[in-house]
């Protein structure tokens, strides 16, 4: 069998849609991924559901379906997407209806089961700090990472689209060269080079020179029209990563070494549901322009339990800056962050107060050369009371008119805090399956065909 | 001393409440001097107040990069954090100041 073509056009929940369309327009691909769910982003959809229980679902993939659905059909390119976040089956609902509207109508396979807040147990403790999870506030949401075994059956029904929430990153991609390879679920060293490709594809941009750009050292030539990557995949896994020759970006063995290494803290043991892989061996070689190829992963068997994400309520987060100009711009930064502090009153017990510019970012570091000409205080607080957190913002605010001199272009916000914690759960606790979600009559031409 | 940032390049990632680094020298030549001078304990040293316990360096020889794992302080996660950089983005560029022995 030939290899495989599998694109990555979204790497986080906010990515650019563009470089997405020009991927399927012109990437003769098999399979597109979007992955679109962080920690963060889970949190936030949950944040939003808890406002609203219609809103689970990834804010922008109305917007990516709308641009993609009549590309994708015109193509016969398959989409594989988390963007379900906390609700696919919804998710699944409104691809259907606005791939018609887009004249393109797309019948959707939505994998869910990945929410266990009603099975998991609270009394363990979490992976972060080994403190039972239901002791850190009260948990709104439990998703079990699930992987390309759960996804399997939805690619089988030949859905156009297959929409999940809380799948592992990699298995967005390992799941479409299982069901073109045929390999099998305990074909390990396989599977971990299938999970190396993921690996490296899961975040867009940041293998094709997002991310990346350091000059002089590293240039990334056409940042501005950075091209996201494909894999073409072998039967045995290994790869060839890539971009569109004609799209901005570089993909070489700098970008794949830091893509590699990206969030990874045992490069020996990679676990995700599918297998444990060993990425120390993996090399990667240029075999022409942009061309990079990837090859020595192993695996070992795939760990017994899934990993859970879970969710809590952690109070409000209060934040305020106020910028400062000129000579004793720093001076009047640091008095106005006394001033703040007292009027506070240790009303907010976890407070940050720093000076951007100056040590906001790696705190006091030892500098050469003068002050800044300008700076931001910013302060920071968070507390399981909102007016506390409230409070923050406001005295922030307030000192306009009752701080030091010459303070302006005050920006304040108070946001929910949903803390994210981490756990685990037997296989056998979590059952997927499949919905689907018939295609819908199209609402107008598609934009290929008018193209 | 030289400046890691002359030598090598850096991408910080973040799991719940901890910071990987990656360090890659754009001289693959330097890869085995990085991995005798650059130790867990002295990155861990170097990068200060946020990043607290121990670092623990992996080897990736495959791509000659080094991997350092920082863990943060429990409530320093991406959506807990007060940090303006919540996520702990910007570390690549703390890591890149560090120097070390070595003639320029």
Redesign the interface.
């Known amino acids: 069998m030939s290899r495989i073509r599998i694109g990555c056009g979204a790497g986080f929940a906010g990515d650019r849609i563009a470089p997405a369309v020009d991927l399927v327009r012109d990437g003769r691909l098999d399979f597109l991924a979007l992955e679109c769910l ?3 982003t889970v ?1 936030l959809a949950l944040a939003r559901r808890l406002r609203d229980p219609s809103a689970g679902a990834d804010p922008l993939l109305a917007k990516r379906i709308r641009a993609l659905a009549g590309p994708l059909a015109a193509t016969g390119t398959r989409l594989v997407t988390n963007a379900g976040a906390a609700d696919p089956e919804a998710a699944a609902h409104l691809a259907a209806r606005v791939s018609a509207e887009a004249g393109a109508p797309m019948d959707v396979a939505a994998v869910v089961g990945d929410d266990v807040l009603d099975r998991i147990d609270l009394e363990q403790p979490a ?3 080994g403190k039972p999870l239901g002791e850190h506030g009260e948990i709104v949401s439990a998703n079990a990472y699930i992987g390309a075994d759960a996804l399997l059956p939805a690619l089988e029904t030949e859905a156009r689209a297959v929409v999940c929430g809380r799948a592992a990153d990699p298995s967005l991609f390992l799941a479409p060269m299982m069901s073109a390879f045929g390999w099998g679920a305990d074909d390990w060293d396989t599977l971990a080079r299938g999970t190396t490709v993921g690996h490296l594809l899961e975040c867009a941009g ?1 293998l094709t020179g997002g ?2 750009a ?1 000059p002089p ?2 240039t990334v030539p056409g940042l501005a029209r950075l091209g996201y990557p494909l894999g073409e995949v072998a039967p045995d896994g290994s790869a060839v990563v890539t971009k569109l020759p004609g799209a901005g970006g570089v993909v070489d ?2 970008t ?13 043991a990679y676990l995700t549901p599918d297998v444990a892989a060993d ?6 070689e240029r075999v022409g322009p942009d061309r990079v190829e990837v090859r ?1 992963a192993v695996g070992r068997p795939r760990p017994d339990a899934l990993k859970v994400s879970g969710g809590y309520r ?1 109070g409000f ?1 209060g934040e305020g800056e106020i910028g400062y100009a000129g000579r004793g711009a720093v001076r009047r930064a640091r008095l106005a962050g006394e001033v703040v502090r007292e009027r506070l009153g240790g009303a907010v017990r ?3 107060i ?1 000076v ?1 510019g100056v040590d ?4 006091p ?1 030892a500098q050469e050369g003068a002050e800044p000409y300008e700076c931001r205080l ?1 302060v ?3 507390s399981h009371d909102r007016e506390a957190a409230e409070a923050v913002a406001e005295e922030v605010d307030a000192l306009y008119t009752s701080g030091p001199a010459g303070g302006g272009g005050v920006r304040v916000r108070v946001d929910e ?6 756990a685990g759960i037997p296989r056998d606790a979590v059952e997927t399956a499949v919905v689907r979600v018939a295609a819908r009559a199209a609402e107008r031409p598609t934009d290929a065909e008018e193209g | 001393m030289v400046r890691l940032y002359e030598v090598a390049h850096s991408r910080a990632g973040d799991k719940g409440n901890v910071t990987t680094l990656s360090l890659i020298p754009y001289d693959p030549g330097l890869y085995p001097v990085l991995c005798e001078v650059v130790t867990p304990e002295e990155v861990g040293r170097h990068l200060g107040e946020r990043v607290v316990g121990e670092v623990v360096r992996h080897r990736m020889d495959g791509v000659g990069a080094l991997l350092f794992v920082c863990p943060r302080a429990p409530g320093d996660t991406v959506t807990e954090s007060l940090r303006l950089d919540a996520h702990g983005k910007s570390m690549s560029s703390a890591l890149l100041e560090m120097e070390i022995p070595l003639e320029p």
């Open positions: 962080g920690e963060r949190a992976w972060e700090d940041q991310y990346f350091d050292y590293k063995t700098r794949v070494a830091e893509q590699l290494a990206y969030e990874v803290t045992d490069p020996s990425f120390t061996g993996v090399r990667a020595g952690a987060r976890d407070l940050s720093e951007v906001a970012m790696h705190g570091q910013r920071a607080g968070r805090v949903v803390g994210v914690l981490s």
